[in-house]
């Protein structure tokens, strides 16, 4: 009797090995892409989205244009007394159930700048996942948050945008300077993402490329 229960037991560990062998292992694409976008004020309040699962390659769109895009990253330029100035937001913060989450690799753990450092980023450590963050509460509203003139005050907006993980740090940096971001989206997938450089005009492009599970710790 004894024997019978072993043999049946190698038999179900066997069937369960067999199984799992034909399952398929996760597909998706790791390539690099980029994306072009218009961060005009002209855009507030709706700005331009990244959905970095769409389509498995991601996708960029200018909000005012669809504006039910669920989106992982938003860009929009708040216009103020001084001027355009845009930010860089992930979706919902970190007293929502659902968010995307960011740390500054470069920053905090001495992943190069620019393209190189985005290239060479190729494996993703339990502490730098354990670093990531959603944006804190982005406490600004152009319409009371004024100053003199009654337009949008810049000195509040540049103290609100410190809430945020990316912000307006790299908005105004040249591409060898851009640090490299770690991205959680809010599906849960892990990305690196860049700011490749902002021109003249309000035009952007963005830089990203989702991780494989075997280079994730």
């Given amino acids: 009797m004894r024997t019978k229960e072993i043999i049946a037991a190698l038999l179900l560990l066997l069937a369960i090995a067999a199984c799992s062998e034909d399952e398929p292992s996760p597909s998706f694409s790791t390539a690099t892409y980029q994306g072009e976008i218009s961060i005009n004020p002209n855009n507030f309040p709706s700005g331009a989205g990244l959905n970095l699962t769409l389509g498995d390659t991601g996708k960029v769109v200018q909000l005012d244009d669809e504006a039910a895009f669920e989106w992982d990253i938003k860009i929009m330029t708040i216009r103020t007394g001084q001027g355009g100035r845009p930010g860089i937001f992930l979706f919902g913060d970190t007293q929502s159930n659902v968010n ?16 190189s450092g985005f290239n060479a980023f190729s494996e993703v450590s339990t502490a730098m996942q354990n670093q990531l963050s959603a944006d804190g509460t982005f406490n600004f509203d152009p319409k009371t948050d004024t100053d003199g003139s009654g337009k949008p005050d810049a000195d509040k907006l540049a103290t609100a945008y410190q809430s945020l993980v990316i912000g307006d740090r790299v908005v105004n940096l040249q591409e060898e300077n851009q640090p490299v971001f770690l991205v959680k989206s809010r599906s849960g997938a892990i990305f690196k993402f860049q700011m490749v450089n902002r021109e003249n005009g309000g035009k952007a492009t963005l830089r990203w490329s989702r991780f494989a599970l075997d280079v994730i710790e």
Avoid at 100 to 111: K, L, R, Y
Wanted: glycine residues 12%.
């Fill in 100 to 115: 995307t989450q960011a740390v500054n690799v470069s920053e905090n753990f001495n992943i190069g700048l620019g393209l």
